[in-house]
């Protein structure tokens, strides 16, 4: 498992599509805070309200879609290129392969996703002079979860993404999914109420109790971070065993 | 110790109504350079998937180096490096980022092996450029140093010398030849050049609408291939006589048409004619006759289908 974990990760740290996204996303991180100093604006923001209104707002679009984009590059490319026939042929078991390329897939979901809750934060620090900072255990709760989120979400790409050969079709059907999904959902949840808990409790809806961590009971914190962790450990036993199944091309 | 390092057992793969693979029995030595023939859709690359356990069979079972069960397999094909339909490259690395990529995947130790593996295949200067930016037998090439990363004692190589130019195809037979006799690896190579394939092949393998019609060694191959002087003539055991006495060899068979093969090539068609016309016998065909690997694989070929 340790080879295959290596060789992820220097796939992961040479991927083109993961060194892209993440430079656009620094530069956004750099660059947005500065649009506050725009003259219509009566002053500076305090930087707890900036992390709450501007770069918790936007944390559920970035996990849920930017690593969709991964998955199609990182992951479904090994199918179209060739790759997956010999990593499969090495000697390694296909569930100990699937498991390797999950958790490197995670860790780069995570990575994308911490860079604005991490480096906008730190950038508007500076910009706006440190003025009212968010309480540290707040920053570092929501930080965690965001990271929880983001590797949770990931096994559902991954899920897809070794369905599908090609990464034009993991990446369209991956956006479609994630942006239409919750609509489909809050149906089924109020047409059939077997399913409502069920989707209450699911990473779709949780995800948006993020920014609302300082307010959490102790039942609700053990909800937030065990469905992440049951989401990641139950999409990855689905998607091994997919892969275990599947032929490869 | 085991004497194949592959052998399968009415192997058989089925596509919904399709039969890919039908009750195949190949056994490939140790030490063998085995040729793989077939057309296209004829079972080979069924087979090499079969063995890289990219597929599983419907039916049979498959040995390598002895092992049978799906976990020693697992295991045993860390023993194998491979080329399945087409080289297998991260475009956007470099060629030593991607024997790196490999080299971690297999677990080896030490990055000595990466250079040693580029000179072996002449990639050692190709520096920062990319595996997109290479030409078709570069990337050929580095396919095959992929395939060698770990000392690998049985190589498949699928079609290895698809889109190399003649210098590349003589390059990568010496090299494969290189492989075969100094370091005794065990080679498994499909190619649709048969030519090149005779040139190299120590045993053959012919498949077709995947069934395995022949397996045959250099020595049989060359056999069936010899060229032969087709003689008819009015009286062919006189002219066995004739052959027998004047040119002193028992090198010929007289078939059941009464035509006679005469395998000797020392003897130049035209003093053979000369010398059974001045016995006063009448010939009726004489021409010198034989194949090699390309008629020799469409007359089998051609026999299934009309046959």
Not at chain 1, 180 to 185: F, G, K, Y
Not at chain 2, 208 to 230: F, R, T, W
Not at chain 2, 237 to 253: D, G, M, P, Q
Request: one cysteine or more; hydrophobic letters at 45%.
């Amino acid at each position: 498992m340790g080879n295959l974990l290596k060789s992820e990760w220097f796939k992961l740290k040479n991927d083109q599509s993961f060194r892209v996204l993440a430079i656009l996303l620094t530069t956004v991180a750099l660059l947005f805070p500065l649009l506050e100093f725009d003259g219509n604006q009566p002053g500076l923001p305090t930087i707890r309200g900036y992390y709450l209104n501007t770069v918790l707002s936007v944390h559920t679009d970035i996990i849920k879609l930017i690593p969709s984009i991964l998955a199609g590059f990182f992951i479904t490319s090994e199918y179209s290129l060739g790759t997956m026939k010999s990593i499969v042929s090495s000697g390694n078991s296909r569930i100990r392969v699937y498991f390797a390329k999950l958790i490197m897939f995670s860790v780069g979901a995570v990575i994308l996703s911490l860079i604005l809750p991490l480096i906008m934060t730190g950038a508007s620090a500076i910009y706006f002079g440190f003025n009212e900072m968010p309480s540290l255990t707040f920053y570092l709760q929501t930080v965690s979860l965001i990271a929880f989120y983001g590797a949770g979400f990931a096994s559902i790409m991954m899920i897809f993404a070794t369905i599908f050969t090609d990464s034009g079709k993991t990446i369209g059907f991956l956006l479609l999914l994630f942006l239409l999904v919750d609509w489909p959902l809050q149906v089924l949840a109020a047409k059939v109420p077997f399913f409502e808990p069920v989707i209450h409790n699911s990473v779709f809806r949780l995800v948006y109790d993020i920014t609302n961590a300082s307010q959490l009971n102790t039942s609700e914190w053990v909800t937030m971070t065990l469905v992440p962790l049951l989401t990641f450990l139950g999409s990855g036993l689905i998607g091994s065993i997919l892969f275990y199944k599947k032929e490869i091309k | 110790m085991n004497e194949y390092v592959l052998k399968t057992n009415h192997l058989s793969k089925k596509y919904k109504s399709t039969m890919a693979l039908d009750k195949v029995n190949i056994s490939i030595k140790k030490g063998a350079i085995y040729g793989f023939i077939g057309q296209n859709g004829a079972g080979k690359s069924t087979l090499i998937r079969l063995v890289c356990g990219l597929a599983r069979p419907t039916a049979g079972s498959l040995e390598l180096f002895g092992d049978t069960s799906e976990r020693a397999l697992i295991q045993t094909r860390k023993r194998i490096g491979t080329i399945i339909e087409g080289p297998a490259l991260y475009p956007n690395m470099t060629a030593a980022e991607n024997l790196e990529a490999h080299r971690l995947l297999k677990g080896i130790p030490g990055k000595e092996c990466i250079e040693k593996t580029l000179m072996l295949v002449g990639l050692q200067n190709t520096g920062k450029k990319k595996a997109k930016n290479f030409s078709l037998g570069m990337k050929q090439r580095l396919g095959i140093a992929i395939a060698l990363l770990g000392d690998p004692e049985f190589l498949i190589l699928d079609e290895p010398i698809n889109g190399l130019d003649p210098m590349g195809v003589v390059e990568i037979r010496s090299l494969l030849r290189k492989l075969n006799e100094e370091h005794d690896i065990t080679i498994l190579i499909s190619s649709h050049i048969l030519s090149e394939l005779h040139l190299l092949a120590t045993h053959y393998g012919i498949i077709h609408n995947g069934k395995l019609i022949e397996q045959l060694s250099l020595k049989e191959l060359n056999e069936k291939c010899q060229q032969y002087l087709h003689i008819k003539v009015n009286d062919p055991n006189k002219a066995a006589t004739v052959l027998e006495s004047h040119f002193k060899t028992t090198n010929f068979e007289v078939m059941p048409n009464g035509s006679i093969k005469m395998f000797d090539p020392i003897n130049p068609p035209g003093e053979v004619s000369q010398t059974l016309v001045q016995q006063g016998l009448v010939i009726e065909e004489l021409m010198l006759m034989g194949e090699d690997l390309e008629t020799y694989f469409s007359h089998r070929i051609g026999g299934v289908q009309h046959g």
